[in-house]
């Protein structure tokens, strides 16, 4: 089972980033979204589609239509560049499957 | 709470790792922690973690009879445990918790622990 996910996403400091996460059957399962910054371990930033954990900034937010998911980073500041990647529970194949991921570039 | 993982570990090929990851704040057998890794340049991938519909250990198909996960409720510890290294074992290893009773997101992550697999 594969998430895809655009391996790269440059934005410039400001504007509104939007990433994608597809996968055959994710209209029905929960999609959580981790940011990744260099060096450190991942951070859960959405979670169950669109729902943000405390401490994470409203500019993160999750949607989600048919077979593709996205979370979108408005008004995206230089901290903001990290990899990003999508999670499923699927138990067809291993149960925790991660996106290929996306790298953020902030201009 | 808080995971904090066991040092950087070099190992040859053919050995055996063991990586911990100390619980504070709760109770391991209270709460659900999953095993990650990433290889250098790669993507996440999920290796194996408690089961919450089941209550037992489930672990990656690919890692099935290598990897052996066990809590340690005397040291509220947390252990992965990977046999038969191979070079492409090389990776930061991550624990990772979880709800215990249902399937959901990894709230809180370990450090890392980077593991090096090379003659």
């Known amino acids: 089972y594969v998430l895809t996910q655009p391996p790269s996403v440059s934005v410039a400091p400001g504007q509104t980033a939007t990433i994608s996460c597809g996968g055959r059957g994710l209209g029905g399962q929960s999609v959580h979204w981790y940011q990744q910054k260099a060096g450190q371990a991942p951070v859960l930033v959405v979670f169950d589609d669109s729902d943000r954990p405390s401490g994470i900034p409203e500019r993160f937010s999750g949607s989600k239509s048919g077979n593709t998911a996205t979370l979108t980073i408005s008004r995206v500041e230089a901290g903001d560049e990290a990899d990003f990647y999508c999670q499923v529970w699927d138990s067809t194949t291993d149960p925790y499957v991660f996106g290929t991921g996306t790298r953020v570039t902030v201009l | 709470v808080q995971l904090v993982q066991s040092g950087a570990e070099v190992k040859k090929p053919g050995a055996s790792v063991r990586v911990s990851c100390t619980v504070s704040g709760q109770t391991v057998n209270e709460v659900s922690i999953q095993w990650v890794r990433q290889a250098p340049g790669k993507g996440l991938e999920w290796m194996g973690g408690?089961?919450?519909?089941?209550?037992?250990?489930i672990y990656a198909p690919r890692l099935q009879g290598r990897a052996t996960l066990i809590d340690d409720t005397s040291t509220n510890t947390a252990y992965m445990e990977l046999t038969s290294l191979r070079s492409d074992d090389t990776a930061v290893y991550y624990c990772a918790l979880s709800d215990v009773e249902t399937i959901g997101p990894f709230e809180l992550w370990g450090q890392g622990t980077l593991v090096t697999v090379t003659s």
């Open positions: 408690f089961d919450p519909i089941n209550g037992g250990t």
